[in-house]
């Protein structure tokens, strides 16, 4: 299991199936990548370092990056990860897709206040916002 870098605490993969090291609803940053000096990356080696953070840690680095929220949710106002619907949302950067009235209608539900909002339909497989 991964382990958070920023707590210490581990946590389920967010996919067993892949070769990044990232915690479920958390982030995995290439350590190694992050930053450049002159527009010049050196990777002489090729491998990544990976730090990994878990959900919580992401929220504590949300909560004192204020721009970064703001961006964040410009990038994608649907929300960030996935979570299950039939559950109170983990945080406000969850979202869920739930069935609509007809056979090929879904509604994409995104995580505001604590609380499921709607945030589109789904028709056809086209997303159409609320």
């Not at 000096?37 to 840690?57: A, P, Q, R, S, T």
């Amino acid at each position: 299991m991964p382990i958070c870098k920023a707590c210490g605490q581990d946590g389920p993969p967010a996919d067993k199936y892949s070769d990044t090291p990232l915690l479920a609803g958390g982030w995995a940053l290439p350590i190694n990548r992050l930053g450049y000096y002159n527009g010049f990356d050196d990777d002489l080696d090729g491998e990544l370092e990976w730090v990994e953070i878990c959900h919580d840690c992401v929220l504590r680095v949300l909560d004192v990056l204020p721009g970064l929220k703001s961006i964040l949710h410009q990038m994608s106002p649907g929300g960030l990860h996935p979570s299950d619907a039939s559950t109170p949302p983990c945080c406000d950067y969850a979202w869920s897709v739930t069935r609509g009235t007809g056979a090929d209608d879904r509604v994409q539900l995104r995580a505001e206040g604590g609380k499921w909002v709607v945030h589109g339909r789904i028709i056809h497989g086209k997303l159409e916002i609320v």
